[in-house]
């Protein structure tokens, strides 16, 4: 018995080093750095928190946030339903639904790479895909990169077309809804939409619950996007959180700065995240017995 517990741990002891090494370690360091004034070419200085009183008094952060915020207000809802609408529709019996289902997975597996960011910056140009379809029905040119009203819906529509991951999750979901279900609603005379409402949503929301709070984490974190596509303007309109903590580190080299505030919105994700797990006991039903609302 001792022999096989050791022999187990020596095959974890690869990813434990990893996890301590990799995770476990920057995350402690970052804490500790957030407290001091740290440009990597000096000794970092302990500055208390004036890192954090600081971001009080900073309208670029200010400024940042309220973009970020707006951005997850816009971008996960959509994200969560526009996936759960496919997924509802690839659900459907269909000749070739498996090479649609395939189609629809791959922007997930190409979305978050350069060349798409760059490519989504082409289409959304002056001269863009998306303009010349405009002019094809006889509508003006959109400034989508220039103009500060339309370019948040730049990086918007890159998240959201980015669906295929929380679409193979709810497609698993779907598929595990009891069919006697649906055949009872139809004798009693319900609607396909009544049926959705009434059966599908209610046994499948902790699928829901749990798309909303992935989705919501990497809402947070979106960084390319707005990076490539947008590099945070025009007037700062598209300036994620992500992108200022990067500008600080990396190029201004404020470590001490750049890691309070990646702290400030660790704290945000866990605030929201808390909320979210609070409020999932009035509508996420956990038991698969459950019966639908009639």
């Known amino acids: 018995m001792y022999e096989n517990k050791r022999t187990g741990l020596l095959f974890a002891l690869p990813f434990l080093i990893g996890v301590l090494m990799f995770k476990l370690f920057p995350f402690v360091m970052s804490l500790a750095v957030s407290f001091t004034q740290y440009d990597v070419f000096s000794p970092p200085r302990f500055a208390g928190a004036q890192n954090y009183a600081q971001m009080v008094q900073d309208p670029v952060f200010r400024r940042s946030l309220g973009v970020t915020l707006l951005f997850v207000a816009l971008a996960v809802p959509l994200r969560v339903g526009f996936a759960l609408f496919i997924a509802h529709v690839l659900n459907f019996k269909l000749r070739g639904i498996n090479f649609f289902r395939s189609a629809f997975y791959l922007p997930s597996i190409l979305g978050g790479s350069i060349a798409v960011a760059v490519l989504w910056r082409f289409i959304f140009s002056q001269h863009g895909l998306v303009n010349g379809v405009l002019a094809r029905v006889g509508l003006e040119p959109i400034a989508w990169l220039a103009d500060e009203r339309f370019s948040i819906w730049t990086i918007v529509t890159l998240f959201v077309w980015q ?35 009434r059966i599908t949503v209610p046994l499948i929301t902790p699928v829901i619950f749990f798309n909303l ?46 890691a309070a505030m990646s702290w400030v919105l660790f704290a945000l994700v866990g605030a929201l995240s808390a909320v979210s797990f609070w409020s999932s006991k009035y509508w996420v039903f956990y038991s698969g017995e459950k019966e639908a609302k009639r």
């Not at 279900?181 to 005379?189: K, P, R, T, V």
């Not at 600080?248 to 404020?254: K, T």
């Open 213 to 258: 709070i992935m989705q919501l984490v990497h809402g947070f974190q979106e960084f390319n996007g707005p990076y490539m596509v947008t590099e945070g303007g025009p007037l700062q309109s598209t300036y994620l959180l992500s992108l200022y903590i990067y500008e600080e580190c990396f190029r201004y080299f404020n470590l001490g700065y750049g």
């Open 163 to 197: 669906f295929g991951s929380s679409m193979v999750i709810f497609l698993a979901a779907l598929q595990n809804v009891p069919q006697s279900l649906y055949e009872a609603a139809e004798i009693d005379g319900a609607s396909k939409w009544q049926q959705f409402t």
